[in-house]
């Protein structure tokens, strides 16, 4: 089971394996507070694809999901780790992103569940 939240959100017993998927480290957060089990900046997407999908996340969005599919398949080491720890205990992808329904982590989750 893969969940999505916010890094700002309160960990709950169900979210099994908690990490962390933003190239940067959250503003406002502390590393000791975090309540991560890792920072996976493998997974993240480029900064250079990160910047021109915030420049318009709207009318970027299919291509971004298109774009960020195709660097994660370069990190399948990753993913299959990802993919392992999502079946035992769960695996909660974290973020900062404020828009819950378009970011990286909906891509990732789809990708790791083979959708993507």
């Known amino acids: 089971m893969i969940?999505?939240?916010?890094?700002?959100?309160?960990?709950?017993?169900d979210d099994?394996?908690?990490?962390?998927?933003?190239?940067?480290?959250?503003r406002g957060v502390a590393k000791a507070d975090a309540a991560l089990d890792e920072?996976?900046?493998?997974?993240a997407p480029s900064d250079e694809l990160r910047n021109w999908f915030h420049e318009d996340v709207e009318d970027r969005w299919r291509d971004f999901r298109r774009k960020y599919a195709e660097q994660l398949r370069e990190e399948s080491d990753e993913l299959d780790r990802l993919?392992?720890?999502?079946?035992?205990?769960?695996?909660?992808?974290?973020?900062?992103?404020?828009?819950?329904?378009?970011?990286?982590?909906?891509?990732?989750?789809?990708v790791l569940e083979g959708k993507g």
């Open 3 to 13: 969940q999505l939240k916010r890094i700002y959100d309160e960990p709950s017993e």
């Open 16 to 26: 099994g394996c908690r990490v962390l998927v933003d190239r940067l480290w959250p």
């Open 39 to 43: 920072w996976c900046k493998a997974v």
């Open 83 to 110: 993919a392992r720890l999502a079946d035992d205990p769960g695996l909660t992808l974290l973020t900062a992103t404020k828009d819950r329904e378009r970011n990286h982590t909906v891509v990732l989750k789809d």
